[in-house]
């Protein structure tokens, strides 16, 4: 959420700046700004508007100097006009920042009576002004740093240039992530490791607490108590050309046709397909002896996460308790002394996930994240953790990394049920055998993608959608729902088939259409009841089941997709791939931005 760049070096600036937002660009884009220091003044340059309406800016009136911060935001306070974009300051400081000052009003009354006067309704700009009244007042940037940084509750990462201190950015971070990069001569600062990639791949992080000074020749950094300290510097995994769109019309085109390989690439890490055996990651606790788990996450990680309690309650014998982390941070919910603890993410920052990480582990728990972005704060900050091998994610609602979190929480619960008596080497083998078939099924069901198509045409101008599943293919239900909604902005339900008559049925009618997730085996019989009380009532049953189905189905549905026969087990990741292609479809049809849907962010680092 918001995005961060910053640059000390040798060359222009600016175009470094652009180039490091346009990929952060997935992290916000109500607006975006860059300021340089240009012979010791600062200059600004800023746009409503996606990134390429700065770019055109700086076109016209381009920006000189070698030291410069740049931004790209997701709106908290103030509305996304250029007044309120960031960079923000005054004529010795400029600031940008990603996070939410929580005591800014409390703060801009004291900065007012103090005679600082404010520009903006954005609570970063508080941070500029306290930064600017201690500078009046003498201080030199570290000193103002250090005096404003106590000053400010909730979180931020925070890049900051002053016009009379030229060619140094201080960085700061608390609860946002920051990376510094590290270059021949010149060095920059990113709100994650993607943004410096075509920059640098020698990065380190910024932990908790920390600030740092960046020069063109290093970093000095400090820790929450202003020690200096040293961070690592590692290698990370990103590389310039990791982003691009190819031939595709949208990166979630793209990313939707990566589900076969990156299914693959991460079942590789769990999975013998010599001996069907199930290679269990190194667990933070006990998986024979551990009395209880808890998984939380948000947004589709946590449908990941719901799916994979299915699992591993029916084959690990476990019990689980799951709940999306915005509420388990403040649910204060009892936990055992022996538990242990799982938190999905794709990018291992957001706010909410971290915060239940933390009150997790203070609870005593063993944590284990299942995350896409091995330097991210949840990897570090876990007991231990298990990536998907997803690669960059830059649409914003997820997808390839859904499926790939869905596959890591197979492979854990196989390797559980094992370890924990509850499976054979049969049903191991059996699994495994299912598992490895997932990544070629995949690649059938990106086959139907004209079929598909028909299906996206008959609901695009739908005002409501209805899915329905059950079992493992409830949360997948809801997947469904979630994705049309985000990315097309139809209202859509995701519902346990079984709890139809408990409400939406009263929504049916010729106008809504009923997605369906039925495969056979398990619960078909059911959900085939559900679905005829649905159509006896004039709802229009868009069916995704296999061949055995399509009988069954026919009878009443309106259209009927053909998904690959496998086992029951494995359904859920197979359906995801399905009902995401089918939002993509909808959205292209109804020409919404595909990639940067309005209001929403990839990775929400705000709470
Ligand atoms: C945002 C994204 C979702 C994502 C969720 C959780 O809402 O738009 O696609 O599922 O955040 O993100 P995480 O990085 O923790 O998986």
């Known amino acids: 959420m918001c995005g961060i760049v910053g640059v000390v070096g040798q060359g222009e600036a600016a175009p470094l700046l652009v180039e490091g937002l346009r990929r952060l660009e997935y992290r916000g884009y109500d607006s975006a700004g860059v300021a340089t220091l240009v012979n010791g003044r ?53 600031v940008v920042h990603n996070g939410i000052i929580e005591n800014h009003a409390e703060l801009r009354a004291e900065l007012e009576a103090e005679g600082q006067s404010f520009h903006t309704e954005t609570d970063t700009e508080t941070v500029a002004q306290l930064l600017d009244l201690h500078l009046a007042r003498g201080a030199s940037p570290e000193k103002a740093v250090v005096e404003t940084l106590p000053r400010l509750r909730g979180a931020f990462g925070l890049a900051m240039i002053f016009a009379e201190h030229g060619e140094r950015i201080i960085t700061a971070r608390r609860g946002s992530p920051l990376a510094v990069g590290f270059g021949e001569g010149e060095m920059f600062v990113g709100s994650d490791a993607l943004a410096l990639a075509p920059l640098t791949r020698r990065v380190a992080y910024l932990e908790e607490g920390d600030w740092a000074i960046v020069t063109p020749d290093g970093a000095a950094f400090h820790d929450g108590h202003n020690a200096r300290v040293q961070r690592a510097v590692r290698l990370t995994q990103f590389t310039g050309a990791a982003t691009g769109r190819g031939n595709y019309r949208h990166f979630m085109e793209k990313e939707l046709h990566e589900h076969p390989m990156v299914l693959g690439d991460t079942l590789r890490q769990f999975l013998d397909p010599a001996t069907l055996a199930v290679r269990m990651p190194p667990l933070p606790f006990d998986p024979a002896s551990v009395p209880r788990l808890t998984i939380s996450a948000c947004g589709s990680a946590f449908l990941a996460g719901h799916v994979g309690r299915y699992w591993l309650e029916r084959l690990a014998r476990l019990p689980v308790d799951i709940d999306v982390s915005s509420e388990l941070r403040y649910r204060d919910p009892p936990l055992e002394p022996d538990g242990a603890a799982i938190l999905v993410s794709q990018s291992g920052e957001t706010a ?112 409501d959608v209805l899915f329905l599943g059950r079992g493992a293919l409830y949360p997948i239900a809801q997947e469904g729902a979630l994705k049309l909604k985000e990315i097309s902005y139809i209202h859509a339900e995701g519902y346990a088939a079984g709890e139809m008559k408990h409400g939406p049925i009263a929504l049916i009618d010729p106008s809504v259409p009923v997605i369906a997730l039925c495969p056979t085996g398990g619960l078909f019989e059911k959900t085939l009841s559900n679905l005829q009380e649905a159509a006896a009532r004039g709802g229009r049953i868009i069916a995704f089941t296999d061949r055995d189905g399509i009988p069954h189905l026919s009878r009443f549905a309106e259209q009927v997709i053909e998904l690959p026969r496998v086992g029951q087990f494995s359904t859920p990741i197979l359906y995801a791939v399905a009902v995401q292609l089918l939002a993509y479809h909808v959205a292209v049809l109804r020409g919404t931005d595909v990639d940067q849907p309005r209001n929403l962010a990839k990775s929400v680092t705000v709470e």
């Open 42 to 94: 600062i200059e600004r340059r800023r746009a409503e508007g996606k990134l390429s309406n700065l770019a055109g800016a700086l076109a016209r009136d381009p920006l000189p100097g070698r030291t410069g911060i740049g931004h790209t935001r997701w709106a908290t306070h103030g509305a996304p006009t250029e007044r309120n974009a960031h960079p923000h300051g005054t004529a010795r400081v400029s």
């Open 352 to 463: 909410d996930t971290l915060a239940a990480l933390r009150l997790l582990k203070e609870g005593g728990q063993r944590i284990l994240s299942v995350v896409n972005v091995p330097e991210s704060s949840m990897a570090r900050e876990s007991d231990s953790s298990v990536l998907t091998v997803a690669g960059p994610e830059i649409g914003v609602a997820s997808t390839k990394a859904f499926t790939a979190q869905l596959a890591v929480m197979a492979c854990l619960a196989v390797g559980m049920g094992r370890a924990r008596g509850h499976l054979s080497l049969t049903d191991e083998q059996r699994l495994t055998a299912a598992l490895l078939e997932v990544p070629g099924n995949a690649a059938l069901i990106l086959e139907k993608d004209e079929e598909v198509q028909r299906v996206a045409a008959s609901i695009s101008t739908a005002r």
